[in-house]
T-cell receptor, first 114, second 112 residues
């Protein structure tokens, strides 16, 4: 199935550092979302973006919906050990077809060193 | 708010048997739920879209006779893996749509 390209694939950072990851697609999406998944759990919604150019924050997390609608990035500031996990971007296909399916990114595995 | 549960969280079954997984939206009604499959260290792959009161829509390559989906109420969708085989062993995750998709905790299926 189709997946979005997400980078980096994995990263090790020191506690307190800022983190940046992005997601790109060849297709246009109307909505971009970012989720975090802990091992053995379901993904948890972090941020949802609905308009091109939109910049939204949720605590230490900031995400932007790219102007071209084909990309998005997520920043985490001042990382802490509990930020460890896998971060997935997801794009929602157009609403005109009545579908609300998501296409998921390949994931970024984050490890924070205390 | 927007809590989704799944039951069971883990199940082990013998090859050839069927297994039912339930997905419930606990504090909201969802006309649309989704079923995903996730292999180790991989992303989520959509299997099917479950619509309340109508037939599920399956993604290409997913056998609808093997993965039976029923969405009989606005808070419950079930996935039945029929005649399970070891290659069906995976992590199955459901989501329910409010405005965005909210995910359940997943079900680990092991077929021996």
């Amino acid at each position: 199935g189709q997946q979005l390209n997400q980078s980096p694939q994995s990263m090790f950072i020191q506690e307190g550092e800022d983190v940046s990851m992005n997601c790109t697609s060849s297709s246009i999406f109307n909505t971009w979302l970012w989720y975090k998944q802990d091992p053995g759990e379901g993904p948890v919604l972090l941020i949802a973006l609905y308009k091109a150019g939109e910049l939204t924050s949720n605590g230490r997390l900031t995400a932007q919906f790219g102007i071209t609608r084909k990309d998005s990035f997520l920043n985490i500031s001042a990382s802490i050990p509990s930020d460890v996990g896998i971060y997935f971007c997801a794009g929602q296909l157009g609403r005109t077809s009545g579908t609300y399916k998501y296409i998921f990114g390949t994931g970024t595995r984050l490890k924070v060193l205390a | 708010g927007a809590v989704v549960s799944q039951h069971p969280s883990r199940v082990i079954c013998k090859s050839g048997t069927s297994v039912k997984i339930e997905c419930r939206s606990l504090d909201f009604q969802a006309t649309t739920m989704f079923w995903y499959r996730q292999f180790p260290k991989q992303s989520l792959m959509l299997m099917a879209t479950s619509n309340e009161g109508s037939k599920a829509t399956y993604e290409q390559g997913v056998e609808k006779d093997k993965f039976l989906i029923n969405h009989a109420s606005l808070t419950l969708s079930t996935l039945t893996v029929t005649s399970a085989h070891p290659e069906d062993s995976s992590f199955y995750i459901c989501s329910a749509r409010l405005h965005e998709q909210y995910f359940g905790p997943g079900t680990r299926l092991t077929v021996t």
